[in-house]
């Protein structure tokens, strides 16, 4: 089971980046999809979600309105569209694939994560 994601790096403020995680080695479809965040000495923060079913998106409300998180099965792969990027956007960005099982069983895997870094 892999999550690589790719797409961060340095930008300025108010500027954008894609974020792209491929996934291989389970049914990605199958999977609810998420994108983390951890900044430096901060908890891992939940920043968007996209279910398997529907492709319903949620966000945190720190991102509302500047990021979009979509998923592409046919590619195994989800993104997330980053605009009007904040200094405080700062963070390792992760990846995270889960499924819960009608018995309780659970499914989840991270990726390695990606650096995002907005600075003028």
């Known amino acids: 089971v892999q999550l690589v994601e790719s797409g961060g790096g340095l930008v300025q403020p108010g500027g954008s980046l894609r974020l792209s995680c491929a996934a291989s080695?389970?049914?990605?479809?199958?999977?609810?999809m998420s994108w983390y965040r951890q900044a430096p000495g901060k908890e891992r923060e939940l920043v968007a979600g996209?279910?398997?079913?529907?492709?319903?998106?949620d966000y945190a409300d720190s991102v509302k309105g500047r990021f979009t998180m979509s998923r592409d099965n046919a590619k195994n792969t989800v993104y997330m569209q980053m605009n009007s990027l904040k200094p405080e956007d700062t963070a390792v960005y992760y990846c995270?694939?889960?499924?819960?099982?009608?018995?309780?069983?659970?499914?989840?895997?991270w990726g390695q994560g990606t650096q995002v870094i907005v600075s003028a």
């Open positions: 080695g389970f049914t990605f479809s199958t999977y609810d």
């Open positions: 995270y694939a889960s499924k819960v099982l009608s018995d309780a069983t659970k499914y989840h895997y």
């Open positions: 996209i279910s398997r079913i529907g492709g319903k998106t």
